[in-house]
């Protein structure tokens, strides 16, 4: 499931961890960051007790994803595609 994921064409922007020096802020703004790269390391450790902590993972993206770009933004429109 994180191969088909991370291969999804609007995946890019939560492939790795955001690089502050592009967004400053972000980490200030996101209490709880998450992404791909990230949520493969949790799966490989056998962090998921269950899908639905993997999903929640998930959702967190998307909603870190609308709390920093805003909603109707073209990363938040890719958080929700992926």
């Known amino acids: ?5 991370r291969a999804h064409e609007d ?3 939560f492939a790795v961890p955001v690089d502050a ?3 400053p802020d972000y980490y ?3 209490e ?3 992404d791909v ?3 493969r390391a949790r799966a490989g450790a056998s962090a998921y007790a ?3 902590a993997f999903a929640e993972d998930l959702a967190l993206m998307e909603a870190n994803a609308v709390a920093y770009n805003g909603a109707g933004s073209t990363v938040a429109k890719m958080a929700r595609a992926v």
């Open 1 to 5: 499931l994180l191969a088909e994921l």
């Open 28 to 30: 200030a703004v996101i």
């Open 11 to 13: 995946a890019e922007p």
């Open 37 to 39: 790269a990230t949520m």
């Open 32 to 34: 709880r960051p998450i």
């Open 21 to 23: 020096r592009y967004a």
């Open 50 to 52: 269950s899908k639905d």
